[in-house]
Structures are given as structure tokens and as C-alpha cells.
């Protein structure tokens, strides 16, 4: 960073030697973190603090680390990767990225903070992306949540269902997944149906254990009131007063993608999560996501909401990866796009 100008200052109180250490984080690790994270640089002497660089990016810092402060009375050790998630749930690096952009005059649209809760634990949406999407999945019949892994999208929908079963707002939830091998061949697979397809939806039922436990989610499964069944077996049914969850959308078929959407039946909500840059279908078959991205985008009551790398919310390394990789696509397609130069 080149420029050295003061630009925000605090006094975190009180002046606790073993709080200020969790804060900052073993040789400062925290505070570099923020810095590099906001482009700013940060100096602190005891509970004094110091940011250098631009004005909203400084006070936004010196938000974040009052926030941070005030959980270290109760917590005895704060992670990089709980810094990495305080940062994204503040939304300071969007809000900065908007404010260098410019509104053209346009307030941005708040969203509420919202806590979903369900019989084990509560999950709060982090970041403004987040809460949309759940805003969303709680007012629309028809959702679609699109973007990079670890941004949240299954485990938000899960969630959302387990709150709407509880509530009594559905009658029962259906988890389903295109049983389609990620590029290996896993050839023979031994056991009944449940066995065989249960691989592919292990991240579902995770998820549901954490949220349920797991006798309950048991129970649940054996009185048909929770169903995990392949895509395959939609065909013919008629959903209603349902949850359904349509997991790794992007490895259905237009085909099949139309056959699970015109299952939706009355009192039914239904969310779509994918990622259409991890298509796993045999070369030359075309993706069902992509296809209701193009089809349905401005359906009224199908709503679509868009992840990117800043919204990845597992280890702050999958963030670079999933950028790197957008990059190199981005490169990729537009030297495909450019003419030959050396042709005739």
C-alpha cells in the first residue's frame, strides 16, 4: 500500500490485554488479514488503533474490529476463518466495491437480517447475496439459487425447508438429485436403490442431521414425511403442500428440468441449485440450468439468485481458487471467440 495518510482511528474499550490478543490474532494474523482483504493498513498500540488509506474503507475496519472486539468477551479464540466469515457477513468489501462504482443515484435495496430456525440449531444468512436468496426461496413458489460450491445454496434451502416442516407450512420435503457420476466412473454399485443413490445425496443428508438430529430425520424418512429420491423418479407425480430441493441442477437434461419444474403442484415451493460451470453430462448434452437460466429468467414468480466467489463461505483459499477459475474461463472464451488471424 503507497499511501500513508491517517485516515480513521478508535479506542477499544475496555483495555483488556487477553481480549485485544484474540483480536488481533497470533503475530497480527487478523489484523493483516483485514488489511489485505480492504487494501488499508492498520497500526495499533495496546487498544489504540490506527487506519491508513481510503476514508470508507478505514471506518469500515474500524467497524468491523469494534464488532469483533465486543465477541471476545465471550469467545476465547477467534479464527482467520471466522474473520474471513465476519467479513463477508458485514458486507463491507460489497458495500466498498458499490461506493467506487457508483449507484447512479439508486439507494441499494435492504435486506433484513434474517435468522431461520429449526429444532437443533438457527442458521443466520452471511452477506447481502445470502439473504436475498432466502428472502427469496420465503416468498416465491419457484427459486433458483446459482453459483460456485460453498456459497450456501443447498444447506440455505435445506434450512428453509426444515423451518416450513416445522412451521407446518409444508406438508412434507423431497430432496432430489440427478444421479450423475462427477466425471470418474464408478461402475457397479452394490444394494437396493436407497443404497445406491445415497451417495450422491449425502450432502442432503448432512444437512439434515445437523438440523434435525439424526433419530428424528430417521423417523421422519420411514413415515415418508422426508423423501430422497433420484430425479428419475419424478416423472408422473404431482407435488403438493411440498418442499422440494432439486440439488446439482446443472447435470439435468432440458428434458428432465422441465419434468421436475412442471411437478410443482399447489402449496408446493421448490428451489433449484447448481453450478453451470461443473456440468458433469456426457459430452454433447446440453444442461437443463442453463437452459431454464435463458428460458425462464423474466418468468414472473421464479426467482433466480446469482452467487459469485465473494459469496463462498468455506475456507478463504476456496474463494481464490473459484476466481482463478472464472478467470481462466474468461480468457478461454474470448480467445475462442477471436478470429484467426492466420486464416485465408
Do not use: W
Amino acid at each position: 500500500m503507497e499511501t500513508h495518510t491517517l485516515a480513521h482511528s478508535i479506542t477499544l474499550e475496555p483495555n483488556d490485554a487477553r481480549r485485544l490478543a484474540n483480536l488481533c490474532g497470533q503475530f497480527d494474523q487478523h489484523l493483516r488479514q483485514i488489511e489485505q482483504r480492504l487494501d488499508i493498513e492498520i497500526r495499533n498500540r495496546g487498544n489504540e488503533f490506527e487506519f491508513y488509506g481510503e476514508p470508507e474503507s478505514a471506518r469500515a475496519a474500524g467497524e468491523l474490529l469494534s464488532s469483533l472486539y465486543r465477541e471476545t468477551d465471550a469467545r476465547d479464540h477467534l479464527t482467520p476463518d471466522e474473520i474471513h466469515l465476519a467479513l463477508q457477513q458485514s458486507d463491507v468489501e460489497e458495500r466498498l466495491h458499490r461506493g467506487k462504482e457508483g449507484n447512479n443515484g439508486e439507494a441499494e435495496e435492504a435486506e433484513p437480517v434474517v435468522l431461520i430456525r429449526t429444532k437443533k440449531c438457527s442458521v443466520r444468512p452471511r452477506g447481502l447475496n445470502q439473504r436475498r436468496y432466502v428472502r427469496s426461496v420465503q416468498t416465491n413458489d419457484i427459486n433458483f439459487g446459482i453459483g460456485p460450491a460453498g456459497t450456501g445454496k443447498t444447506y440455505l434451502a435445506v434450512a428453509c425447508a426444515v423451518e416450513a416442516l416445522l412451521k407446518d407450512e409444508v406438508e412434507r420435503i423431497l430432496l432430489v438429485r440427478p444421479a450423475v457420476e462427477a466425471g470418474e466412473k464408478l461402475g457397479f454399485l452394490p444394494g437396493d436403490l436407497s443404497q445406491k443413490v445415497d451417495p450422491y445425496l449425502r450432502p442432503l443428508y448432512d444437512a439434515l442431521y445437523e438440523m434435525l438430529g439424526f433419530e428424528t430425520v430417521g423417523k421422519l424418512i420411514e413415515r415418508n414425511v422426508i423423501e430422497v429420491a433420484p430425479l428419475a423418479y419424478m416423472r408422473g407425480r404431482t407435488l403438493n403442500n411440498a418442499f422440494v430441493i432439486l440439488d446439482e441442477s446443472q447435470n439435468t437434461t432440458r428434458e428432465q428440468m422441465k419434468m421436475f419444474l412442471t411437478r410443482i403442484g399447489f402449496g408446493s415451493t421448490a428451489v433449484i441449485t447448481g453450478d453451470p460451470s461443473q456440468v458433469d453430462l456426457p459430452r454433447g448434452q446440453a444442461s437443463g440450468l442453463r437452459h431454464a437460466i435463458e428460458v425462464l429468467g423474466k418468468v414472473n414468480g421464479i426467482s433466480f439468485t446469482h452467487f459469485g466467489a465473494k459469496d463462498v463461505v468455506r475456507h478463504p483459499l476456496v474463494q481464490r481458487i473459484v476466481e482463478a477459475y472464472d478467470i481462466h474461463e474468461a480468457e478461454r472464451e474470448a480467445l475462442a471467440g477471436k478470429p484467426d488471424e492466420n486464416a485465408a
